[in-house]
């Protein structure tokens, strides 16, 4: 098993993409936004564009269970909300991963740009937004619109991924009115049902390297429960200045990549193996 591993997988790729993919599982786990680090780490890698998207939604997916965990255990899920989206997050994702498959998912760029632009846009003027829990239950309204929500960031992130999860906390906290903490451990809820029916399409598809996806998503779990446990320790006061640089970040890659042909993953890839003197 191991001599099979070994021959399977080139080791400076590997430690590269186990640093990357653990700082990626932290970030992640606070604030959304991992994909920015582990897509185009994953790309960079040489993996073929498909299968880098599937074996990123395994190793993606191991590492959202344990920061889901995380957030559950800590009372931060509020379970009958989250169950009212989660079919429509899973079935989103589903034609979302089915359309990536046959087109390309650079159309969705100037979208996404300009919606990560009103949302850290708005967040930073609506400077009280998001610090106070101000949840008062479910109704037909808030229910319709989050179903809503749950499907096209779930198509969303099937079919592209990058800035989910700064969009489903944005969306939590304006559809629910919940404060930073609580709109991330709901998040994570959602995030990890479209990860994870992505995942099991990409498997069925053979889009994925098993022999880099499990054990990246093994060192991912590390990364994760540490993000989410400070997350969970330090509250909104952290989260949100943390959702607002992500943001900013995931903004800044997307328009580097669409507009000025940037390749984000390659200057990540040769940084890190830079640093290790692996190459």
């Known amino acids: 098993m191991l001599q099979e591993f ?28 991992g994909g920015l680090i582990t897509v185009p780490a994953y790309l960079a890698s040489g993996i073929p564009a498909h299968v880098a998207l599937g074996t990123n939604k395994i190793s993606s997916s191991i590492g959202t ?6 957030f559950a255990t800590s009372g931060k899920v509020n379970w009958e909300l989250s169950k009212k989206i989660i079919p429509f997050s899973f079935i989103g994702a589903l034609l979302g991963v089915k359309t990536v498959v046959l087109i390309d998912s650079k159309y969705l760029y100037p979208i996404a740009i300009v919606l990560l632009l009103v949302v850290l846009i708005y967040t930073m003027i609506n400077k009280k937004m998001g610090e106070e829990n101000d949840f008062i239950g479910l109704n037909d309204s808030n229910i319709n619109a989050g179903r809503t929500m749950g499907a ?5 992130d099937g079919f592209f991924g990058p800035g989910t999860g700064s969009f489903l906390i944005f969306a939590l906290i304006k559809i629910f009115k919940l404060d930073f903490t609580n709109a991330s451990g709901n998040a994570k809820i959602l995030n990890l049902t479209s990860n994870l029916a992505s995942m099991f399409l990409f ?3 053979g889009k994925v ?6 054990p990246i998503g093994i060192i991912m ?5 540490l993000g989410a446990k400070t997350a969970v320790t330090k509250g909104t006061k952290f989260i949100k200045p943390m959702f607002l640089i992500v943001t900013s970040i995931v903004l800044v890659k997307m328009i580097a990549e669409s ?8 200057l990540i890839k040769e940084f890190f193996l830079t640093i290790l003197w692996v190459k």
Not at 65 to 70: D, G, P, R, W, Y
Not at 152 to 156: A, E, K, Q, R
Not at 221 to 225: D, N, V
Not at 259 to 266: K, P, S
């Open 6 to 33: 070994l021959s399977n997988v080139d080791l400076g790729t590997f430690i590269f993409l186990g640093i990357a993919c653990f700082i990626a599982a932290f970030i992640d786990a606070v604030a959304g936004g």
């Open 152 to 156: 096209v960031m779930g198509f969303y």
């Open 209 to 214: 390297n098993f022999f880099y996806s499990v």
């Open 65 to 70: 269970i344990a920061s889901s965990l995380k």
């Open 221 to 225: 779990i590390f990364g994760a429960t």
């Open 203 to 205: 498997i069925f598809l």
């Open 259 to 266: 507009i000025f042909g940037i390749d984000v993953g390659g």
